[in-house]
């Protein structure tokens, strides 16, 4: 056991276990490891190129003095700033490429888990997706970016980590998603329904280490061995809805071999010559700089012996294609603005008009999300843009960032310091800007297309009495 580790926080019992399973006879490796856990990581982001190419990102950023510096993933950089500053626009958080969606701040080792699942390219086929714990959320995007044409049903079961799952995928403008509230084990119901699955499990957390060191004195291998046993029937639940000859991951943020190795070797005993190990990795922070972080990727050979609890699966039977009338307000809508929604499947959800991104042939693929409806109780779809209220639309205010309103009147927001204003919170004063008895739109709000240096921000009504267009900003995305 080393014995030269004199920090009282630091647990004695995860000292022992990790030497004797991996630091056996190497104590100047486990110094450097037991080092590594007090030490801060480089930051690293994550480029969206479903909507901006790498080149574009990086000449914007080095406005922003920061340096980014490659990472063994080609979209991933480490992000350091080269000087300190207070300007919001500087900050990541609040920088504007943030939250047009343009990047996702993720740690290195959580961000590899995607590439491993699709081999480290974009697939362009359209399949059933499966994230089966996607809070909070980085996963989920990434799974979008690297399957474009595929449609992604991301899971949560924590209600407490709903909001912010939901605003990272709203703000990564992701298109071809529906959210469910599922127990992870009812997954296991749905036998070899998915083509590909993500189980970023959950687990102990040790990667905490890095940000709290007193978190791991509480460490102890019996809670390590209970999280394993419900890890061990989530694996099996996924592999149940995995179809024949296809492939998930599975993943942690931990080291410990109880939530890795033997979870997965629970599975292959219990269910002997029913899968193959293509590939697997442990993330080290003192070798890797990363956090903790294991990978699995499993290929499904054959079908297994799961026993299903009787439990009636429902669908949302509020979500349902657009009725004649509403398709007509839909029509004299994208005639007044001129907007374009060809590419699009459109579905309405307690007055709610959702947007699908259309794959391939338009009439098959509407079929094929409502079969999908019928399959799942989903709690959300695709993106939200419009609001039904009697006769007529009100936009989405992400219909401004997403979609060119191309007869609508703009706003262009002159400088930096406007922006700063409107971001947080502030309302847009339009008189000058515009001639508000001019405008074409017989309606009694009008919307302008909000925009800084001619890229879509957002979507703003005006108050005709006012002249100033109403701040419907997301509060948990204003600069603080």
Request: charged letters at 25%; one cysteine or more; glycine letters at 4%.
């Amino acid at each position: 056991m080393y014995s030269n580790q004199k920090d009282k926080n630091m647990n004695q019992n995860f000292i022992q276990y990790f030497t004797e399973n991996f630091f056996q006879n190497k104590p100047e490796e486990l110094d450097l490891f037991l080092k590594s856990l007090g030490k801060t990581i480089k930051k690293t982001i994550r480029i969206n190129t479903n909507k901006i190419i790498i080149k574009d990102f990086e000449s914007r950023f080095k406005k922003k003095w920061y340096i980014l510096s490659p990472t063994f993933i080609s979209n991933v950089f480490y992000a350091e700033r080269w000087e300190n500053f207070t300007d919001p626009e500087k900050r990541l958080w609040f920088s504007l490429e943030h939250l047009l969606g343009y990047f996702y701040i993720q740690e290195l080792g959580a961000s590899s888990s995607v590439h491993y699942l699709t081999e480290w390219k974009i697939d362009k086929n359209p399949y059933l997706i499966l994230d089966m714990a996607s809070s909070p959320g980085g996963k989920t995007t990434q799974l979008a970016e690297h399957y474009p044409n595929s449609f992604i049903v991301w899971n949560e079961f924590d209600k407490w980590r709903l909001a912010q799952l939901i605003s990272n995928v709203e703000r990564m403008g992701s298109d071809n998603v529906g959210l469910t509230y599922y127990n992870w084990l009812f997954f296991g119901k749905f036998t070899e329904t998915f083509d590909r699955i993500l189980l970023d499990a959950p687990c102990s957390w040790e990667w905490v280490g890095f940000k709290v060191q007193n978190n791991l004195k509480y460490w102890n291998i019996k809670n390590t061995k209970k999280i394993a046993e419900l890890q061990s029937k989530l694996l099996e639940a996924a592999l149940n809805s995995l179809k024949i000859g296809w492939e998930m991951l599975y993943s942690t943020c931990t080291l410990n071999k109880e939530e890795n190795e033997n979870v997965v070797n629970w599975i292959l005993s219990k269910h002997p010559n029913c899968f193959e190990i293509m590939f697997e990795k442990r993330f080290w922070p003192h070798i890797d700089n990363t956090w903790g972080f294991f990978v699995c990727k499993i290929k499904k050979l054959k079908s297994i012996n799961y026993k299903i609890k009787d439990k009636e699966i429902t669908y949302n039977t509020y979500i349902k294609p657009l009725n004649k009338k509403e398709n007509e307000i839909l029509s004299n809508f994208c005639r007044d603005y001129w907007l374009d929604l060809k590419d699009y499947i459109l579905y309405i959800f307690k007055q709610e008009v959702l947007a699908i991104k259309n794959v391939g042939n338009a009439d098959m693929h509407s079929l094929q999300i409502q079969n999908l409806i019928k399959k799942f109780y989903l709690i959300k779809l695709g993106k939200k843009i419009w609001r039904i209220e009697g006769d007529k639309f009100v936009p989405n205010f992400y219909l401004g960032r997403d979609f060119e309103l191309k007869l609508a009147p703009k706003y262009e927001i002159k400088d930096k310091k406007e922006l700063d204003f409107y971001l947080k919170g502030n309302e847009l004063i339009v008189v000058g800007n515009a001639d508000l008895h001019s405008l074409h739109i017989s309606s009694q709000s009008e919307f302008y297309q909000i925009k800084f240096a001619n890229e879509n921000i957002w979507l703003g009504s005006i108050n005709k009495e006012t002249g100033k267009i109403r701040n419907v900003f997301p509060v948990q995305w204003l600069r603080r």
